[in-house]
């Protein structure tokens, strides 16, 4: 089940809110909540990293890198840099 969440609007942007929503085909919760999920993608910046971290393993594993040739790579490049 959903959790509920009270918004308080003034009159004008409730109507025109439900005017366009409708104009859609959709509903003013339906749209409310587009709009929130496209909020928290667009600013949730721990999901971009983790969405990053699992493209790059990706890539890795494409290329036929495994941990233990990362891990080896990553020491290497420690010791080069020091």
Same mark, same amino acid.
């Given at each position: 089940m959903s959790d509920q969440l009270i918004l308080r609007l003034d009159p004008d942007t409730k109507s025109k809110l439900n005017r366009l929503s409708r104009s859609e085909g959709k509903s003013t919760s339906q749209v409310l909540r587009g709009m929130i999920d496209q909020f928290i993608r667009e600013h949730d910046l721990a999901g971009y +990293? !983790?969405?990053?971290? !699992?493209? %790059?393993?990706? &890539? %890795? *594993?494409? &290329? $036929?890198? $495994?941990? !233990? &040739? +990362? *891990?080896?790579? %990553?020491?290497?490049?420690? $010791?080069?840099? &020091?």
């Open positions: +990293v !983790d969405g990053l971290w !699992d493209r %790059i393993g990706k &890539k %890795i *594993q494409a &290329k $036929g890198f $495994g941990p !233990d &040739k +990362v *891990q080896k790579a %990553i020491r290497e490049f420690r $010791g080069a840099s &020091k």
